[in-house]
């Protein structure tokens, strides 16, 4: 296949998975609407299927590029999407916890349609660029960012939930304040273990690339405002009395500031990281 | 002395430290880095500027309160680490016991029938102990992942270890940088080493864009007269005499000429931006200013490329004498320049490479810092520590608990669910 057909075809998947993230994401709110079971697993339906071809579109675009889809801010943006939807999945069916779809699936449907603005030209990689740790430093970021946007929207529930605990449809699908609080830490556990990889990761290639592993470039100092951010809310959490409702604040914050370390750091300051 | 060390080596003290941090690092992403005075009183009012300077915001990162915080963060986790120990090491040691978890009283007691034994190694407590307590009742007991425990010690070990390189490497790292063309050797100031450059290439790819910039080295220890040679190409540094050696940038020069009634009387290579003085005439001197490989005029009339391939050499340069300006124009490749009695010539157009020189000897400390971090992390969130007892009833049943304080529900959804 030449290089021009393999960006049709991802055009097409890429473009019926956003439609899929989307319908999913109407059914899981009618599904809080009306409260039927059915809905809501057509929901989950349209979730995996659009994950499927979403992750056929970034496949054929890494054969087509040859090398992995995570070198400019579209590929990094459909990735992270991907990411989040990943994890989601993950917390789906480990937790069985349907209604966290409703939060999920708005931030998949705004980090994709983000990427769909971008540019999807498939470029050669300047020399600093082609690095295997830059590949490992952005492929955890993926997780990291993922698992953290599962974590912003169970805590949003969290947060919300307060005041309709007598309600029967949050009693059977959404699970109590305590459940919460753990699944929103189980989620914030895996960015930030995968985010403290990130940094050694870009750290390490930073190092090889410019010769300093760390020099508090805006994108660096952004990631690990992100990273105090979300050991501030593990500290939280453990010391009594702040649990849950505070810590939740934090974990919604803390992906504030991933987005922003993402987006913002990119368009507002200037850094090495700006070509990405 | 004691309630001082207390409120130091606290968690809310650590929480303030990691809130000031915060600050910090916003306060050094928005406003640009290490810039001079006039610019903070010029692009900020007055008194934001003057806040900025007084603060130190202007070098955040390298201020004097800066590294106050940084040692502080690390007498704080020194401290906490060391307050923490005893307890760590003596639950690590006796903590985890039939008799010390059927004292604790926090298990929630669900009923099973037939034998915990299998429900127990189901949920992967492969190591059971059985026993009769003090009360003459049966029990069996089991514990898992008790290195968990250990998990936020190390993971605080590891950051006083990263902090602790970090700052190290930030007070004994020494930086240069060479540049020159192939043949040319240079002095690495202050070093004792000289840097020669035995080859440079570029590599490109068929549309023209650079694959790869790779330059050959030999570092020469002047004392000793030792040399060593390695390959510094971008994300490959080479490492001579413990000293990493990048492949850092690249830009064009060019062999200029000074010729005097048909014979040569100087030759020196020279990289873009630089000068060289005309021996022969006290006050002259001639600037390369840029330099195009593939020279185009543009739209607007002023120079350019068409391309970065080497096919329309073209030079910028300037004259001066005794530092006024003679004259500025574009030298095509068989042009020269003639002032009085000489002739200046640009030829031999090639490209130059930038190495930057590093050493930093606490770069593994930093790295052993951070491979205790993601271990610790590792330990702390996915071995969480769990117990399982289960003790015979008089009827001949069994009542079994669970505990983890990491499991939290998760755990006793687990144990539930294994025994339905
Ligand atoms: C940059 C600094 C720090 C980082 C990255 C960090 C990281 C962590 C992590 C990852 C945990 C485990 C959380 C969990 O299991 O959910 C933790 C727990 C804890 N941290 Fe920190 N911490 C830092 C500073 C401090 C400081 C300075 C103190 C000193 C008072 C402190 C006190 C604690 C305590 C008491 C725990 C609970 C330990 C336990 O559950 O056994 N932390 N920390």
């Known amino acids: ?128 660029l082609r690095s295997h740790w830059l590949a490992i430093h952005v492929s955890s970021a993926i997780i990291s960012y993922g698992a953290f946007g599962v974590s912003f929207a169970v805590s949003l529930m969290f947060l919300i939930r307060q ?46 690339a410019w010769g300093s592993y760390w020099s508090w470039d805006p994108k660096e100092t952004w990631s690990l405002i992100t990273w105090i951010i979300y050991a501030i809310y593990l500290h939280l959490r453990i010391s009594r009395g702040w649990k849950g409702k505070s810590a939740a604040l934090f974990a919604v914050i803390g992906f504030i500031c991933v987005i922003f370390t993402y987006i913002g750091v990119n368009t507002f300051l200037p850094g090495i990281h700006s070509y990405a | 002395m004691k309630k001082i060390a207390r409120i130091v080596f606290s968690m809310k003290f650590a929480l303030a430290l990691l809130g000031i941090l915060l600050a910090a690092c916003l306060a050094g992403s928005v406003i640009p880095q290490g810039k001079e005075a006039s610019y903070y009183l010029s692009e900020y009012s007055e008194q934001a500027g003057g806040a900025i300077l007084a603060l130190g915001l202007d070098d955040v990162f390298h201020c004097a309160w800066f590294v106050l915080l940084a040692v502080v963060l690390c007498l704080n986790l020194t401290g906490c680490n060391i307050v923490h120990f005893p307890s760590l090491l003596e639950r690590s040691r006796n903590g985890f016991s039939p008799e010390r978890y059927k004292r604790s009283g926090r298990a929630k007691e669900l009923s099973v029938s037939g034998s915990p034994e299998e429900l127990f190694e189901s949920c992967g407590f492969h190591r059971l102990v059985r026993g009769t307590g003090g009360d003459g009742k049966e029990y069996i007991y089991g514990v898992k992942n008790r290195a968990g425990i250990w998990g936020a010690w190390l993971c605080h070990l590891g950051m006083l270890i990263v902090i602790l390189g970090f700052g190290l490497g930030q007070m004994k790292q020494v930086s240069f940088a060479v540049y020159g063309v192939p043949g040319q050797t ?98 002259l001197a001639v600037m390369f200013a840029a330099f195009y490989p593939d020279y185009a005029e543009g739209e607007d009339g002023m120079p350019g490329t068409a391309s970065s391939k080497l096919q329309n050499p073209a030079y910028l340069y300037r004259l001066y004498y005794r530092n006024e300006i003679l004259g500025m124009n574009v030298l095509g490749a068989k042009e020269a320049i003639t002032v009085d009695a000489y002739t200046i010539i640009f030829t031999d157009s090639q490209n130059y490479t930038l190495i930057q020189i590093k050493r930093d000897p606490f770069t593994w400390l930093a790295a052993i810092g951070a491979a205790i971090v993601m271990t610790g992390l590792f330990f702390a969130f996915y071995l969480r520590t769990a117990e399982v007892y289960a003790e015979r009833k008089e009827d001949g049943s069994w009542s079994v608990s669970g505990y983890s304080r990491k499991g939290g529900p998760e755990f006793e959804d687990q144990l539930k669910q294994s025994q339905a």
């Not at chain 1, 960006?7 to 009618?30: P, S």
């Not at chain 2, 001579?240 to 940038?249: A, D, E, P």
């Open chain 2, 186 to 283: 240079k002095t690495v100031e202050g070093t004792g080493y000289e840097l020669t450059i035995d080859d440079f290439a570029v590599d490109l790819r068929p549309d023209d864009t650079v694959e790869q910039y790779t330059a050959s080295i030999t570092m020469r220890d002047t004392a000793t007269g030792e040399s060593r040679s390695g390959q510094t190409s971008v994300n490959h540094p080479a490492t001579l005499f413990g000293m990493r050696c990048y492949q850092n940038s690249t830009g064009w020069a060019a062999t200029v000429q000074v010729w005097k009634e048909d014979r040569m009387i100087q030759e020196e290579v020279l990289c873009a931006g630089e000068y060289m003085n005309v021996e022969d005439k006290e006050g």
């Open chain 1, 1 to 128: 296949m030449s290089s021009e057909q393999f960006l049709n075809l991802e055009n097409v998947l890429f473009t019926v998975a956003m439609i899929g993230y989307l319908a999913a994401m109407v059914l899981y709110w009618l599904f809080f609407v009306l409260k039927k079971n059915m809905v809501g697993k057509g929901a989950d339906c349209f979730a995996a299927a659009a994950f499927l071809l979403h992750t056929g579109a970034l496949v054929i675009r890494g054969i087509g590029a040859g090398r992995l889809p995570l070198s400019n801010q579209y590929e990094f943006a459909t990735s992270f999407a991907w990411g989040i939807c990943a994890c989601y999945l993950f917390f789906l069916w480990k937790y069985k916890f349907r209604a966290l779809g409703a939060f999920v699936t708005p931030v998949i449907f705004l980090v994709i349609g983000y990427a769909a603005m971008q540019s999807r030209e498939v470029r050669e990689l300047m020399p600093a």
């Open chain 1, 163 to 208: 005041g309709k605990e007598d309600s029967p449809f949050w009693q059977e699908h959404i699970p109590d304040g305590k459940r919460l609080d753990l699944i929103s830490y189980r989620a914030v556990s895996l960015g930030f273990l995968f985010l403290t990889f990130v940094m050694i990761s870009g750290a390490i290639w930073a190092e090889r």
